[in-house]
């Protein structure tokens, strides 16, 4: 097992590299065009704003998968979400920082970082702005806040977004349009193999 580990090693430092090669170092006025970029999305996205979303959703694990449509409610800093089949039976919920259903196991996401992973946004501190390539900024949070996220200029919106979760790693991949939060969103959590699939049906303020 030692042997087989230690041969793959070298493989996956080449890929490690290649994966960081892509992006170019960043010159001062580009960065500080990034994170201007970054400051209107922060803006636009009014993460403190309570809200009601509701969306399509495929939650799967695996093989197995689950369709529904995802409720989501945004009140200070609490985020909970129910997740109904085509007849309205429950699903799964969440709740207290967990996704839970029947047919998948428990999934850990801090309340904080599904608001921000729906948002599409990452608060706190500004980011350090990495490299660059094709259009597009790295962003990095460090420290307690870690963070990396793949910011489109042109649009001022971000395409990718990687934060550390109780269980491990877990991003957010996004596309149009937005409203100002993504119309659609992916995200995985790398150590279960679990995906969520979102398509935004309606974003309202909260009564």
Request: glycine share 10%.
């Amino acid at each position: 097992m030692r042997a087989r580990a230690a041969a793959a090693l070298p493989a996956i430092l080449l890929l490690a590299s290649a994966c960081a090669s892509t992006f170019h170092p960043v010159t001062a006025p580009d960065a500080a065009r990034a994170l201007d970029a970054w400051t209107r999305a922060i803006r636009d996205a009014d993460l403190g704003k309570d809200a009601n979303l509701l969306y399509d959703a495929v939650v799967s694990q695996g093989v197995a998968s689950t369709r529904g449509t995802l409720a989501v409610r945004l009140r200070g800093e609490r985020v909970e979400a129910s997740l109904a089949g085509p007849f309205g039976a429950p699903l799964a919920t969440y709740a207290d920082g967990q996704l839970r259903g029947e047919k998948i196991a428990s999934v850990a996401i801090a309340p904080r970082q599904l608001r921000a992973l729906l948002a599409g946004v990452w608060s706190g501190e500004a980011p350090e702005v990495r490299g660059q390539r094709s259009g597009q900024a790295l962003l990095v949070w460090s420290g307690s806040d870690a963070a990396r996220g793949v910011l489109d200029l042109a649009q001022g919106r971000l395409v990718r977004l990687s934060v550390s979760g109780p269980q491990g790693e877990i991003e957010a991949r996004y596309a149009g349009p937005w409203t100002p939060w993504p119309g659609a969103v992916v995200i995985d959590e790398k150590r279960l193999g679990s995906r969520l699939k979102l398509r935004l049906l309606s974003r309202e303020p909260s009564a």
